[in-house]
């Protein structure tokens, strides 16, 4: 162990003497490792003498801390951060320089010497040798688009927690609403829901809720709502359900705010509805979180890496191993998989089929993954050229894998004990 970590540190310092030895692509550069309440800088460029400082995160102190970067004619800035803290600085110091944010994966420090100043000045190191890429920053108006629609979806995790309290609620009282009823906060068993919490208990008033559709289950609902319901219960139902009414008050307020800022891009906002699967809140998200111009990303495989929607490289001696999809940003992978579970329950189109042909190999977890994955593929070219989605057809798979099929059957009948004499149709031929 001590001698893997000697190894790493004269590793570590040998790549640093070849940073120093490197062609200097950026003349004036600083690097800022940045933190909740301090964010220490190095600056170096020609002509002056390396200088690290410490600032605070207050608005004052990144003020200050702009005043001295231009004072010392700095043009580009890469920054580490984690969770939100990189914000307030970008807001600052975006207009005035080249500003990058860095991952902190992407720039591993020297083992072995892991201070701040060390990390800042590694940054401004690799800064200056042009070895850093920044990460994706939308412009404002999408940034705040993106943050509408992901408080919405924090607001509809919130309605569900509540639904589940409900739902644990109604076994401590013995009400087996859930057995007759498929989901209780319908328009049947909200009805139910809201005469329990005036105060009606009785089964046999409870069971007028039941309408034409469900009459069949009155019998078996009168003994299902026979329950030990008190007052306690009352008060506590009750108020789950003005929470429950609240919060769908506060997310039909923020949809009209998004569709605010979604008109100057309701042209894309339309064409990506014509993807199976994809309907106005799905459109929303992915806008707000990839944005309308795709000249951000080199190419679609960049955007599906960027999201985390392909697997990570695990090779090893020429051979490539199974692995993971990779981190990428969630809020867009976990809306792609809900539209890949809608558009594979669409009949007679390309992503059905493509799913239920990547079932035998892969599962049906990491088939549905990859159908996300070609949806993702779908939004690039989408967004980049204004086109709308052409499917492909469901037997696409099968006019292209025809002889493969063909072959495939054929050894098939064979090992039944069965010889075939295929004939093409007239119908096909012609």
């Known amino acids: 162990m001590h001698l893997f970590n000697k190894q790493s540190i004269n590793f570590g310092i040998c790549l640093t003497q070849k940073l120093m030895l490197m062609e200097t692509i950026v003349k004036k550069a600083c690097g800022l490792d940045v933190h909740q309440k301090i964010i220490v800088a190095c600056i170096m460029r020609q002509g002056i003498k390396k200088q690290i400082k410490q600032f605070g995160t207050t608005t004052k102190e990144l003020l200050l801390l702009k005043h001295w970067l231009q004072k010392n004619k700095i043009t580009h800035v890469a920054m580490e951060s984690t969770g939100v803290y990189w914000k307030p600085v970008f807001n ?9 944010l860095v991952n902190a994966r992407h720039i591993k420090n020297v083992p072995g010497r892991k201070t701040d ?3 800042c000045e590694w940054i401004c190191r690799l800064l200056r040798a042009g070895l850093l890429s920044g990460s994706f920053i939308p412009k404002e108006d999408i940034r705040r688009l993106r943050d509408l629609t992901r408080y919405q979806k924090k607001l509809q995790h919130q309605i569900q927690n509540e639904k589940n309290r409900a739902h644990k609620l109604l076994q401590d009282t013995n009400i ?11 328009v049947t068993g909200r009805k139910i829901l809201d005469m329990l919490s005036k105060g009606i208990t009785q089964p046999e008033k409870l069971a007028e809720a039941f309408n034409k559709y469900v009459s069949d289950k009155k019998e078996d609902g009168l003994e299902a709502l026979e329950g030990k319901f008190t007052m306690h219960h009352q008060l506590i139902l009750k108020s789950m ?8 008050h506060q997310i039909d307020g923020l949809e009209k705010q998004v569709m605010q800022l979604i008109k100057p891009y309701y042209l894309e906002y339309k064409l990506l509805q014509t993807i199976p699967g994809v309907k106005g809140k799905a459109a929303n998200t992915i ?7 795709m000249e951000t990303f080199a190419d679609e495989k960049h955007l599906v890496s960027w999201a985390g929607l392909c697997p990570g490289h695990n090779e090893s001696a020429g051979k490539k191993k199974r692995s993971r999809l990779t981190h990428g940003n969630n809020y867009l992978k976990a809306m792609l998989i809900e539209c890949a579970w809608c558009a594979i329950r669409q009949k007679d189109t390309y ?3 493509k799913y239920y042909s990547l079932i035998p190999r892969m599962g049906k977890k990491k088939a549905l993954a990859a159908i996300a994955h070609k949806m993702l593929k779908a939004c690039y070219f989408i967004l980049k050229y204004k086109l709308e989605y052409k499917d492909l057809g469901p037997e696409y798979l099968s006019r292209n894998k025809k002889e493969e099929l063909l072959k495939y059957y054929l050894k098939r009948l064979g090992k039944l004990g069965y010889t075939a004499d295929l004939q093409p149709d007239q119908q096909e031929v012609a």
């Open 287 to 293: 806008i707000a979180e990839i944005g309308a111009d």
């Open 92 to 100: 600052i110091l975006g207009d005035a320089f080249e500003l990058l």
């Open 351 to 353: 992503l059905r089929a």
């Open 117 to 119: 100043v060390k990390d």
């Open 176 to 186: 087996k609403l859930t057995s007759v009823l498929s989901d209780i906060f319908g």
């Open 241 to 248: 359900l003005s929470h429950i009414d609240f919060l769908g």
